[in-house]
């Protein structure tokens, strides 16, 4: 099924619809859930977001794929039809998307690690990060590595803050492909399998997930950066900086179980 409908409507509305008599019912449910995951991606212009800066690179989703906004409410009781684990849509395309705030918070976990490992082995990571993209990495210090955090998350250089044009800036993330091997699709659902007592029947719980093979747009405006201790962070060399995180740590929620793991 084309995508000329709001996805994110269809989702959070229509597939609760009551009935006249004011319940909700779990037909209904059954068929929205069905036409939301026959939807596949429609590459027409007005759902084209421009990646011609350079401060902007496109992600494939791996599998089992992407779960974004899960901790949303989605349920309405006991109906084995529904979606249980809710997830982010624009309001405007009706299109799954990630959220700026949950790239920029996932980068800077990576950043307060110094918080609570060994400083040379987050150090060590920094400098792995750093020869990647092409940067000398001898001169790095657990030091340099904070300033560049204020900077980028902070919005402050030594000490001082700056000037809101000067401000680094994560944008969200929008789909721009769909799954090319299965018709462009979007979207495909999961079960997470509960097990309460080793006797009784396990209790599996649906919910929506994009597919893997799919492509995300990411776009940020940012701004040379000269910290001391290494060479200057160009543009191009931060946006490269944050794509090889991403790289590194996933997105979404549960990444532990192989979720939010992207490839170039």
Sequence with gaps: MSHSFNIGYYFEKKMFEPKS???????????VANIILEVHFNNNKELQFSDTTECSFKLVTA?????TGAGRNHDVGRDDNNFKLGMLFDYTTGMPYISASSIKGTVRAAFD???YYDHAIV???????????GLNNETLTKE?????KDEIFEGKKEGKPLPIYERDLF???YICKGDDTHNDGIFSDDYITHHPSPIKNPNPVR????????????????????????EELTTQKKTELIKRIILREGLGAKTNVGYGQLEE
């Design 63 to 67: 599998y089992p794929g992407l779960i």
């Design 171 to 173: 944008l969200d993330a």
């Design 21 to 31: 008599n004011g319940s909700v019912d779990s037909g209904t449910i059954k068929n």
């Design 207 to 230: 919910f929506l997930r994009i597919r893997s093979n799919v492509t995300f747009c990411f776009r940020f405006d940012f701004k040379d950066s000269r910290i001391e201790g290494f």
């Design 113 to 115: 690690r110094f918080k």
């Design 144 to 148: 340099s590595v904070e300033k560049l």
């Design 123 to 133: 150090l060590s990571y920094f400098k792995t990060l750093f020869e990647e993209i």
